[in-house]
């Protein structure tokens, strides 16, 4: 990919502790310093600097035109980011919250995912579309949602999620260098969330952007997740290890392509898995995981995978959110029932 | 009426200074307002404005999730309201706490949703409005659809609408002037111009005003003083009148300012200079008809009192209604997703209603 200018001027000093909306920020920032190609459009994202302020201070230093405020409409956004991108830009759009993205989504599942197979290869999407998705915010109606399974359906985008600061820094910036049209779906609970993030490192010797992480050792069962539920898997993995129990758990990071290797080798290991996620249980990303792990890991298997996500109903409003949302006690439930599985 | 004209008038019968225009066909439409209803329409404008006062410090006080306040908007949701008849029908945005008043909606009732005890809120038959449409611009279809089906079925009455100026930026709104023009749907769209979309002026929507979009789709349109009750009042009375008579739709651009921030949990001195807020404070909606009255005598003691007591009234049955609210049980996650039974619904509320159970025994 092309990052061809000289040293970036704005780089504070590395490794820092950050939050993940603020390495998120720093990432941005960096992939404009390298790239002038690079240019934001959304909704609020200039002297805003957003609703969460994942684009503060950005408008100031790169000006309106790389940093667009847009007229408030989503086909609009991305529609002229397909245009752009055919004329040499790397846009990068920001959806403000999760339910606001259907009214892009014939303009990402019809222009954005098919435009380069339609001119063989002849035109590239490099478009990052970022989405602050999922609950736990006690926001109103359509802002808590989980989209991410409708686009990993959609041949021709990738769908990523990041779960912690340091790799929200790294994968903006894999997004965004990629040739190919990115969903970056951002936890909007965890922005807040600090972790220890090395600004300054270069893409070059970074962890693969589609490559799933183990983020927590363990020998007795897996569980598989990503995004903000990564937080929480590991909250149960600690609960568990109290009672004697070993959990190694997964990051996925990428939803499309999906990273089964990472996975069929943990399960290899230790012959239990527990996938958890936001979106519903029915047809979501936990269905395509537990199919291939029975197709991949059937001998290793010592209990049925098991899938704890969200329900088939619409997201709640805020006083029900607990219960719809996968917690640690619904995890562990679910990692007990594995663990039992044969021993009577 | 004249509203294809496309020198963009500003419609006002009564100034800032609260002093009345020269007679017009605008004013004609409100001939029979008398002091007494302008008495009552300044009785509203108080008591929605301490509505949105009372749910903003409940917000702040963590007994809300969200609220989006209406500062300044009071007279385009009260002129337009008070308008409508019975029979027709309010497809709102998220933001028209004033016109629910205006149809009878309890107060409570449209708190509950901000605070997350509830679905989107009320029924909408019972007021003949709907409840909060958060996806900007959907609802002007829904209006247009809603329209064509009374004109279809020969039906008294008229369906009106409400955005925003951002929301004029949506395919939606768009389609749906599209449609009405096309259809001759009896559709008020009224556009509340509070100047702002969140952070975006509205000259990021739009170069040329509202009313004019309108009128590219072949949809008349009118452009108001949205702070002066009495012009909206008139205007909104004119565009009923076309699309009960058959003539179709009308756009009104309600020219008015968001006082306050977009919601509270926005934060408008990052976006916005003090210098207009105090502009638009000399243009208050509310203070120009008190002026009005005062100078037709239509101020006494008597009437302060019943404004005051009205206004605390609601307030403190808004507050005792927002902290009795009765919170929703687990299990009514599960209600109401279909309107037939469904299998993975019912299999799904089994398991985790079982799940609950076992928890208890645990725990207690
Ligand atoms: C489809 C969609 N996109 C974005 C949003 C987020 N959002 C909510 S209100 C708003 C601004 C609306 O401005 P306007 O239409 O002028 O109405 P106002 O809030 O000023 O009354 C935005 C961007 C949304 N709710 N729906």
New binding site residues.
């Given amino acids: 990919m092309t990052a061809t200018l000289a040293a970036p001027r704005t780089l504070p000093i590395a490794p820092r502790t950050l939050p993940l909306g603020k390495a998120l920020n720093a990432g941005l920032r960096r992939a404009m310093d390298e790239d002038p190609k690079v240019i934001l459009l959304g ?2 994202i200039g002297k805003l600097g957003g609703v969460f302020r994942i684009t503060e201070g950005l408008q100031k230093d790169f000006g309106p035109n790389r940093v667009i405020d847009t007229p ?1 409409a ?1 086909s609009g956004i991305i529609g002229m980011a397909v245009g752009l991108a055919i004329r040499g830009y790397r846009p990068v759009c920001e959806i ?2 999760d339910g ?1 993205i259907y ?1 892009a989504f014939d303009q990402i599942v019809s222009q954005v995912a098919k435009l380069h197979y339609r001119t063989s290869g002849n035109v590239k999407m490099p478009i990052t579309i970022r989405v602050p998705y999922g609950g736990g915010i006690g926001a109103v109606e ?1 802002h808590s949602e989980s989209p991410e399974g409708y686009f990993a359906q959609t041949a021709g985008l990738r769908v990523v999620s990041c779960s912690n600061a340091a790799d929200a820094n790294t994968m903006i910036r894999q997004a965004i260098a990629s040739d190919d049209p990115v969903l970056f779906f951002e936890p909007k609970r965890r922005y807040w969330q600090k972790g220890e993030v090395d600004v300054t490192a270069s893409l070059d010797d970074a962890y693969p952007l589609h490559k799933a992480r183990v983020v927590r050792a363990g020998t007795d069962a897996t569980i598989v997740t990503y995004g903000p539920l990564v937080t929480t898997a590991l909250q149960a993995a600690d609960i568990a290890a109290e009672e004697g129990h070993s959990i190694e758990i997964i990051d996925l990071r990428s939803l499309s392509p999906l990273d089964m290797d990472t996975v069929n080798a943990s399960v290899r290991k230790t012959g239990r898995l527990v996938v958890t996620h936001e979106a519903a249980t029915f047809l979501g990303i936990g269905a395509e995981v537990a199919a291939r792990v029975q197709e991949h890991c059937f001998f290793s298997l010592e209990a049925p995978v098991l899938r704890v996500c969200g329900f088939s109903t619409p997201y709640p409003p805020a006083k029900l959110e607990e219960h719809f949302l996968p917690d640690a006690d619904r995890i562990l439930d679910a990692v007990d029932r594995a663990l039992a599985f044969g021993q009577t | 009426m004249n509203a294809n004209s496309s020198a963009d008038t500003l419609i006002q019968i009564v100034t800032p200074e609260g002093k009345r225009t020269p007679q017009s066909e605008y004013s004609d439409a409100i001939a029979d307002v008398t002091i007494d209803t302008v008495r009552e329409l300044y009785e509203d404008l108080v008591v929605v404005r301490r509505i949105d006062a009372e749910a903003t410090a409940l917000q702040r006080q963590g007994e809300l999730g969200l609220w ?1 306040p209406l500062l300044g908007q009071e007279a385009a949701q009260v002129g337009s309201a008070r308008a409508l008849h019975s029979e027709d029908f309010v497809f709102a ?1 998220y ?1 028209e706490h004033g016109v629910a008043y205006c149809r009878g909606v309890d107060p409570t009732e449209m708190l509950r949703f901000w605070r997350g005890s509830t679905q989107s809120g009320w029924n909408p038959y019972d007021y003949n409005m709907t409840t909060p449409a ?4 959907s609802q002007g279809l829904h209006a247009t659809g809603y329209g064509l089906g009374m004109k279809f079925d020969g039906a008294e009455g008229a369906v009106i609408t409400y ?5 004029t930026s ?1 395919g939606d709104i768009s389609e749906a002037l599209g449609f009405a023009a096309s259809f001759s749907a009896p559709v008020v769209f009224f556009c ?1 111009n ?1 100047q ?3 952070s975006a002026p509205v000259s990021v929507q739009t170069h040329i005003t509202i009313a004019e979009r309108g009128r590219g789709f072949g949809v008349p349109a009118l452009r108001v003083d949205g702070n002066d009750v009495l012009a909206v009042l008139a205007a909104t009375r004119i565009a009923l009148a076309r699309a009960r008579e058959g003539s179709g739709p009308t756009l009104i651009e309600a020219l008015t300012y ?1 006082m306050g921030p ?1 919601t509270t949990s926005d934060d408008p001195t990052r976006y916005r200079s003090a210098a207009v807020d105090d502009e638009w404070k000399r243009k208050d909606p509310i203070e120009r008809i008190r002026l009005l009255l005062e100078r037709a005598g239509g101020v006494d003691e008597e009437f302060e009192t019943r404004v005051r007591d009205r206004a605390d009234t609601t307030a403190a049955q808004l507050r005792a209604g927002c902290l009795g609210t009765i919170e929703p049980s687990p299990m009514s996650l599960f209600d109401h997703v279909y309107a037939e039974p469904h299998s993975l619904i019912s299999e799904e509320r089994e398991h985790y209603s079982s799940y609950l159970a076992g928890f208890e025994g645990a725990r207690s």
């Fill in positions: 909704e609020d408030l989503e403000q919250f606001f009214p359509h | 989006a945005s933001r958060i996806i900007v611009g955005f925003g100026d951002g929301a949506q509340q509070n702002w979309a969140i968001r977009h």
